[in-house]
C-alpha cells in the first residue's frame, strides 16, 4: 500500500488532505507598466490614482462577500485555504495596498495557519523590501513571471525585463525570506529550437524555484501575435521568425518535463512541474472542482454549485463597488447541472498527471465512472491514451498530447 | 362562352438554350396580359381568389393561365406551359411539350444557336409543334440579329421572315410575339362530348388540397364529382376540384373543357397513383385507348442516400415518397451499407437531377444526408448465363462469375467555336469518347458528334467542358445503347478496411489515375486522426494507390485555471459538435461532406 500512495502524485495528496468546508480566493490585479504580445488577459497599463480606486473596490467586494456569506450562516465564518494574487502584475501593488487587501480578507474570513498565500510577481517590479514586506504580511508562494532567459526573445515577447533581472528578483524574494517560488516559462517561442529551449529551462532550474510551470505558447485571438501571425489558415508574415512546427514543439514539450525530472521535479499537470510537496495547491482546486471566490475586474468564481464572472468593465466595477447597497456585477453566471460537473470533473481532473480517482467520482456523483463514461473509457484505454491504474484514470503522454480531442469525449 | 371556344384558346410553351431568356420572356408576357377574362371578373372569382391567399397557397410555375386582348379585338386565353430546361429532364420536358400544340424558340441574337437549342427544337418538332422562333438582346452591342436569322434559317429551317426581334429584358416587341401566338399557334382540337382524354404533365403535393394533378384535356370534359380513372396506374378517384393556373396561385373552376389546360384535385391518397404522362379518363365511360408516349421514367444515375443521423431512416423515407410525387423519375429502395447503415439506393434522370434532389431534402425537409458516389446501371453477364442489372457497385459479382460487362453509352453533341475544338476533342478523347464527327454551322462554330460512356459525363463533365472552353461550349446528348466495355470495381480502404460507400466502376484503362486522385482527394478531407490512416485504393483486391493521413500530433491547452474553465468547456463543446458531423468507418472519422467531395474530382489537366 505504500508504496502505490508514494508513487502517487499531487493529485492523490490534495485528495488526502480535507478540504471540507474550506474556500479558496482569487484577487485580480488588471494593471501592468506595458501589455505584452501574446497577453489575452484583463489587464491594462493605468495611473496610481486609478489603481488606488481599484484596491479600494476590491476590498469592498471582499468585505461585502464575507458578510452575505456570515448573513446566509449565522455565526458561521468561512474557511479559507488558499488565496492567489494574480493579474496583471500584482507586483506593481505598493505594500500598504497588498496590506489593505489582506486585512480585508482576514476580517472577512478565517484563514488557515497553513494557508498557500500566493502573489505572481514581475522581474523589475520588486525590490526585496516589498518583498520583505510581502513576506511579513502572510504571502508566502511566488510566483515570477520569467518566460524567458534570452533578452531577444523577451523583447519579442513584449516583456518589460531582462534576463539578468529574473535572477536578480529571483534572489532578492530568496533574501525576503520565500521558500516556495515558482517560475513560469513559455516555450515554442517563435524561432526557438530545441536547444534554446533548453537554455531558458536550465537557467531557471539552476535558480532552484521549488515549482516551475512551462507553457506552450498559444496564439490567442485580440493579441499584437496574433496580428503577426495570422490565423492558423493564413500563412505567417516572412518578417516575422515562424513559429516551431508541431513535431519541434512537441520535442521541445516532451523534452521539458524529461529534464524536469532529472532535475527532481515531478510534473504534476500539463504545464507543471514541482519538487515534492510544493504542488500549488490553489491551482489544483481549480482542476479539482474545489469552489473558490474571485475578486476583481473579471474574476471568475465556482460557488455555491455555480459559476460566474464578474463585468470586465472597470468603471463599472468600481462604481457598483461604492454603490450603497453594492450593485452585483456578476455577469455569465450558471447554475451547474450533474452533467456540468460530469464533464468538469472529467476535462479538468484529466489535466493532471494523475488523473482522477474512481473512488471520489463515486464517492461525489452516487454512480462509477464506468457506469457514465464506460465506453469512452474502454476506448481511449484500447487506443492506449488513457491508463487505468491504481483506483485511477489518467492521461499517457500520448494522451496528453491530444487531451483536447479526448476530453471533448466527455462532454455530453 | 368565349373563354370555353377552342378558337380563342393557345396551349404553348417556350423553349431556348439556357440564359437565353426564356423566363424573362415569360415574365415580361404576364406582366402585358390579364389574369381574368371578362366573364370570370363579373363572377366575383376574386372572392375564392382572396381565400386562397388567406390560406397562403402558392404554386410553382409550371403553367400560368394569361388572358390576352388581341389587336382584332377578341380575349384569348393563352396557356403558357414551363418545361424543365436541363437534358436531365428531357422526359418530363416531352410531357410538357405533349400538352402544348406549339412552341416559341427564343434564340440569343448574341450567341446564336447552341446545342440545346437544336435539342429542344427537334423535341418539339417530334411532338408535332408548330415553331416559331424569336430573337433575344437585340439591344446589346453585340448583337447580330442578321446572321442568327440566316443560322435559323439554315440549320433549323424555320422561315424568318417576320421573326420578332425583340428585348425580353427591356420589354422591345413583346406584343409582335403575343400576336404571333395567336397567328402561327395553332388552337387546340378536341371534342367535349367524348370520353375525356386527358394527359397528367405534372403533379405536386399541397398540405391542404393533397395531390395537385396538371392535366391537358384532349378530349370530353372535366368537373368535380366525376369518377376519374388513371389508365397507367389503374388508379380510380372521384374528383373534388378543378381549376386553372393564375400566376403563382390556383383558380378553382366549375369546368375544364376539351382543348384547357388545368388541374384536379381528388384526395388522391397515394401519392404513387399520378404519374407524368399517364392519361386520367372515366371510370364509367373510359376513352378507347391511353394517350401515348407515357413510360415509366428510366433513371440513368444510382446513389446512394443515406441520412447523416441514423435515426432519421424512417424521415428520409418519408420525404422521397413526397418528392417521388412531383417527380416520377424519381426511385428508391432500402439499402443496407456496413459503412453508413440503413439507407436508399436512389435513381436519378442525371446528376443535376441528384443534386436537386439532395437540396430539396436539404431544404424543404431539413435532413442532412450523406450521398454515395453516383454509378450509371451495368449490364452484368455472368458465366452461368444470367444477367444483372447492376445499380449498386457493392453488387458486383466475383470477377470470376463475370463473363463480361455492358455500360450506356450515349450520342453527345458538343458545339464550340472553332477557336476551341482542340482542348474539346481532347477532353472527349480522354473520356474514352470514340469521334464520329465534325459539323460546321457557320465559318466559326462547329458540332463535334462523339459517343461517350455515359459514366465519363455523370461527374464533372459540363464543368471540363466549360472550364476548357472558357465557356463558348454547349452539349447536349441520348442515350444511344449499351456496350461492352472494360469494368472493374475500385475499392477505397480506410485504415485498411474497405469503405463499401466509396467503391465504384471505373474503366480498366482509367483506374489508375481515378485511384491516385481519389486517395488524394481523401487524403485532404479527412482530419487528423489520433493514430495514421493510410488511404488505399484497390482494384480486385489489389492496392493501386496509397495516400498517408498523417497522426494528429498536438491538440492541448496549456492553461486551465479557474478564469479559463467556461472558455474552456465551451471550446470542447464546440469540438464535440464537430464529432457530430463526422462518420465513423471502421474507428475513423470521415466528414459527412467527404463521401460527395471526393467526386468532385478536379480537371486540371
Redesign the interface.
Known sequence: MGERELSQGAAAAYERKDHTGALSL?IHFPFCVRKCAYCDFLSAPADEETREAYVDALAREIKTAGERIAAQQPGHVQYVDTIYFGGGTPSLMTSAQTDHLLTAVAMSFLVADDAEISAECNPGTADQEKLAAWRSMGINRLSIGAQSFHDDDLKRLGRIHTAAQIGQTFRAARQAGFTNISMDLISSLPGQTTGRAKEDLCSAMALMPEHLSV????IEEDTPFRDMYGSRETAPDPAYLPLPD??T??EIYHRTWQLLEEGGYRQYE??SAARPGYECFH?IG??KGHE?L?FGL?????YGGA?W?NTPDLQEYTEAMSAVPQRDIRR?L?VLTEK?RL??FM??GL?MTDGISEEVFAKTFGKTADEVYGDVIRKQTE?G?LERSGGRLFFTERG??????L???Y?F | MQENNQSHIRNFCIVAHIDHGKSTLADRMIEMTGVLTKREMQDQVLDNMDIERERGITIKSQATRLVYHAKNGEEYIFNLIDTPGHVDFNYEVSRSLAACDGAILVVDATQGIQAQTLANVYLALEHDLEVFPVINKIDLASARPEEVRQEIEDVIGLGCSDVPLISAKNGINIDQVLEQVITKIPAPVGDPGNPLQALIFDSLYDQYKGVVVFVRIRDGVLKPGMKVHMMATGAEEDVVEVGYFGPGRFIPCDELPAGMVGYFTASIKNIRDSRVGDTVTEAERPCAKALPGYKKAQPMVYCGMYPADTQKYPDLKDALEKLQLNDAALTFEPETSLALGFGFRCGFLGLLHMEVVLERLDREYDLDIISTAPGVVYHVFKTDGTELSLTNPSNLPDPSQIEHMEEPVVNAEVMVTTDFIGPIMQLCQERRGKYLSTEYIEKTRAILKYELPLNEIIYDFFDALKSRSKGYASFDYELKDYEPSELVKMDILVNREPVDALSFIVHADGAYERGRKMCEKLKDEIPRQ??EVPVQAAVGGRIIARETVKA????????????D??R??K???K??EG?KRMQTVGNVEIPKEAFMNVLKLDDTN
Not at chain 1, 400 to 405: G, L
Request: charged share 30%; proline share 0%; glycine share 6%.
Open positions: 482569487y507553457y506552450s505558447l498559444i508541431e513535431d514543439e512537441r500539463i504545464s491551482n481549480y482542476w473558490y474571485g473579471g474574476a471568475a468564481s465556482l459559476r464572472s455569465e450558471s456540468d464533464e468538469e476535462f479538468l489535466r487506443q491514451m496528453v498530447d491530444i487531451s483536447n480531442t476530453m471533448a469525449e462532454m | 489520433m493514430f494528429m500530433r498536438k491538440d492541448v491547452l496549456a492553461k486551465c485555471y479557474g478564469g474553465i467556461s474552456k468547456k471550446l470542447l463543446e469540438q464535440k464529432k
